[in-house]
């Protein structure tokens, strides 16, 4: 009986770590793709600017790639998720208003 | 800590706002100083930027799993990223300064000037708090909780946040 509670105990203890350890490596795997993306994004925006003429739709598209940049920044690596809603509807409205005065003025 | 990093985005989202505002007053100027800008610069800037954002975010992430010893080696890795953005930044000023391209040079290079500099300010404060709070999660009896590390990781993601608006504006769009 005493065996039993004991070997209980232990996959008690043993399950949770095994799934904090997938938890963590999750998390990290997260980090590295969301670091790739930024990467692939800002190398995009450079050759875009170099290789064609700037017009209106060039401009809003590099804006646009950057504005996904700073939400990929401000939301996972900041960890803005996990703020109160103000803050991010804050954000993403102040973002939202300096794209609109960037690409339409 | 919030309020501080909207302050800041607001502050320098009505500078961009206004060099687009003169951009589009004086095309052809902006285009020409533009083009005396360096690109693979900025875009390698960008990049130091954001490897030490990634750096910045596991450190936290480290921190919160107890690992103090991985997250100061990540804390160091986030320096040597804003380290060598500050390297690129003043060789980049190097080359404008001996091109005699200053801030009365025109109006895109009072901008330059101006926001750049203002962005590596908060870059070296930023160095300061990151070394400040290594050194005290890392001391004996640290008394370092992981709301100091979030805050200071908060402050450093927003001069990521803010060089991803210059980036584009000053050196891509005109």
Request: net charge neutral; with cysteine; proline share 1%.
């Amino acid at each position: 009986m005493n065996e039993n509670i004991s070997n209980k105990e232990k996959m008690h203890k043993e399950v949770p770590n095994f799934l904090i350890q997938n938890s963590k490596n999750g998390k990290k795997k997260s980090l590295v793709f969301i670091y790739g993306v930024l990467i692939l994004l800002t190398m995009t925006t450079a050759l875009i600017a170099n290789a064609t003429a700037i017009s209106r739709t060039v401009v809003a598209i590099i804006l646009g790639i950057s504005a996904i940049k700073f939400i990929l920044v401000a939301f996972q690596f900041m960890e803005l998720k996990h703020a109160n809603v103000f803050w991010k509807s804050c954000l993403l409205f102040v973002l939202g208003l300096l794209l609109l005065v960037l690409i339409f003025s | 800590m919030w309020i501080i990093i909207f302050l800041e985005l607001i502050t320098f989202g009505m500078a961009l706002a206004a060099v687009v505002y003169y951009g589009n007053e004086q095309p052809e100027l902006f285009h020409h100083s533009r083009l005396q800008l360096n690109t693979a610069f900025g875009a390698i800037n960008t990049i130091f930027l954001l490897t030490s954002g990634f750096f910045m975010a596991i450190a936290v992430h480290e921190f919160k799993e107890n690992d103090i010893k991985k997250s100061s080696f990540y804390f160091k890795l986030t320096m040597l990223g804003g380290l060598l953005f500050l390297i690129l930044k003043s060789i980049e000023y190097y080359h404008k300064i001996e091109a005699g391209i200053s801030m009365e040079t025109n109006i895109f290079f009072s901008f330059y000037w101006l926001l750049t500099a203002f962005h590596l300010i908060h870059v070296i404060i930023g160095l300061v708090i990151l070394a400040w709070t290594n050194y005290g999660m890392t001391k004996e009896n640290s008394d370092t909780v992981v709301e100091d590390v979030e805050a200071c990781a908060a402050f450093w993601h927003m001069c990521d946040l803010i060089w991803l608006l210059l980036f584009p504006v000053l050196y891509l769009i005109f």
